[in-house]
Antibody, heavy 121, light 108 residues
Framework: QVTLKESGPALVKPTQTLTLTCNFSGFSLSASGMRVSWIRQPPGKALEFLARIDWDDEKFYTTSLETRLTISKDTSENQVVLIMTNMDPVDTATYYC?????????????WGQGILVTVSS | EIVVTQSPGTLSLSPGEGATLSCRISQTIGGTFLAWYQQKPGQAPRLLIYGASRRATGIPDRFSGSGSGTDFTLTISRLEPEDFGVYICQQYASSPQTFGQGTKVEVK
């Protein structure tokens, strides 16, 4: 059974750095074709892809946020971490991590429950 | 970046009725690299359809997807009470994967 769960602070101040952790089970990120991505959804708005990391440690970031994002994995701990610097109120959103098995396609077959992060002073 | 546009914004329907949702991609995507998700308030999206027409595990056959190129459709043959929510399409032919803004299917 595949599960993912996000954790991190619910509230951060402007200019601070956000660190989110995705803990997952039911699959290994060292297995060929596995990928974990971060996606966010501002209140009432569309989903936005942020970053992804593959089983072979290949990474990809959305261009508009590339300078502020860092994604990493700890395969032994079944964790993926997303760091976003210089937070702004417009970054207020629910942040999701999601799995992709790239051998089947590049869609997201399992999602975490999401974590609402509010950016406010 | 490929832009994904969904229509209509809202569908007001009664249980038992059929629903047709549209998803348009800003440029032709090779193959059928399109997925549909269902999202209910306070919940994560749930994968319904991938490859434009393939149902994900456990998805009832009242859900069907079709289309290719730039125009795709999600059809719900007869709405059950649990089907009301927001439906989101996503293209995954080109990085970054991009999502539509969603179609809300609400009770009439």
């Amino acid at each position: 059974q595949v599960t993912l769960k996000e954790s991190g602070p619910a509230l951060v101040k402007p200019t601070q750095t956000l660190t989110l952790t995705c803990n997952f089970s039911g699959f290994s990120l060292s297995a060929s074709g596995m990928r974990v991505s971060w996606i966010r959804q501002p209140p009432g708005k569309a989903l936005e892809f942020l970053a992804r990391i593959d089983w072979d440690d290949e990474k990809f970031y959305t261009t508009s946020l590339e300078t502020r994002l860092t994604i990493s994995k700890d395969t032994s701990e079944n964790q993926v971490v997303l760091i976003m610097t210089n937070m702004d109120p417009v970054d207020t959103a629910t942040y999701y991590c999601a799995r992709t098995y790239t051998r089947w396609g590049y869609y997201f077959d399992y999602w975490g429950q999401g974590i609402l992060v509010t950016v406010s002073s | 970046e490929i832009v994904v546009t969904q229509s209509p914004g809202t569908l007001s329907l009664s249980p038992g009725e059929g629903a047709t949702l549209s998803c348009r991609i800003s440029q032709t995507i090779g193959g059928t690299f399109l997925a549909w998700y269902q999202q209910k308030p306070g919940q994560a999206p749930r994968l319904l359809i991938y490859g434009a027409s393939r149902r994900a595990t456990g998805i009832p056959d009242r859900f069907s997807g079709s289309g290719s190129g730039t125009d795709f459709t999600l059809t719900i043959s007869r709405l059950e009470p649990e089907d009301f929510g927001v439906y989101i399409c996503q293209q995954y032919a080109s990085s970054p994967q991009t999502f539509g803004q969603g179609t809300k299917v609400e009770v009439k």
